[in-house]
């Protein structure tokens, strides 16, 4: 199956920006809904942005703004553009990637994320104040 592999993480401080990448081994271009989702310490894992294979992005209300999801499918590498940085955001970002007949919708706020979604182990990113 499709391994992932972020990178770009970093620290920060507030008001800046960051762009995470996700190299993935395979092309996922048809064939998956593709996410980031993120992990603040002590908190539950949250869904950032998805996109389609049709480049159709989905946020969640709390994430529109500042997020942008991208992805390049000549170069199998799903990006997220973060600006505005603040200290909240900091935590563990995750790319993921799920077939695409499992979901309706390629959206982070179905539950088979979390068992039927392949995950890559994740990039930190800290915002300092």
């Known amino acids: 199956q499709v391994q992932l592999l972020e990178s770009g993480g970093g620290s920060v401080q507030a008001g800046g920006s960051l762009r995470l990448s996700c190299a993935a081994s395979e092309y996922t271009g048809i064939n998956y809904c593709m996410a980031w989702f993120r992990q603040a310490p002590g908190k539950e894992r949250e869904g950032v942005a998805a996109i389609d294979s049709d480049d159709r992005t989905t946020y969640p209300d709390s994430k529109k703004g500042r997020f942008t999801i991208s992805k390049d499918n000549a170069n199998n590498t799903l990006y997220l553009q973060m600006i505005g940085l603040k200290p909240e955001d900091t935590g563990m970002y995750y790319c993921?990637?799920?077939?695409?007949?499992?979901?309706?919708?390629?959206?982070?706020?179905?539950?088979?994320?979390?068992?039927?979604?392949?995950w890559g182990h994740g990039t930190q990113v800290t915002v300092s104040s």
């Open positions: 993921a990637a799920i077939p695409r007949g499992f979901l309706v919708v390629c959206s982070v706020s179905s539950a088979l994320w979390r068992n039927s979604g392949i």
